[in-house]
């Protein structure tokens, strides 16, 4: 690999635990700007997930198939150290709220100050999916009646969305 960073190439980094519609929005929006772009499925050994990093590279690796400039990979660490690990320049981060804003503004601080060579571009939540996170989709699938794969179709792309059920169902 060159050492070279390439600014046509973007990692967007995140748990993707679940994948949302406010993900894939970004990741849509992100192949369309970037020649290339590389989806890191951040693994953070101290959090319990619900879904293994196994999972979610399956699922996220269908979802984002019609793409042909986006692929799926997973890492350990630091974000910013994987970002310059793939040969890309930016990091893609997607906001949706003000505490999001702040939240975003110290990690890329910090990641600056690590790695100045990595800028971070950011792209604001379609409206339509701002309101979404991880929280609320598990909260809806946990405590969700007879129509909660109809109304998690609001929230998860049509692939995520018996994988989220199947997680409730068996516990």
Known sequence: MSSELSAQHAVYVGSFDPVTLGHRDIIRRGAKLFQRLTVGIGINPDKK??????ERLKILREI????????IGSFEGLAVNYVKQCGAAV????MRTLTDIEAEFTMTLANRALEP???TVFLMA????SHISSTLIKQIAEMGADDTAEQLKEFLPPE????????YRSS
């Open 117 to 119: 060579t990595i800028e």
């Open 126 to 129: 379609s409206e339509k999916y």
């Open 64 to 71: 984002v198939a019609p793409l042909k400039n986006v692929d």
């Open 160 to 167: 995520m969305i018996q994988p989220v059920l199947a997680k």
């Open 91 to 94: 990091m893609l981060r997607g």
């Open 49 to 54: 997930p619900l879904f293994s990093p196994e």
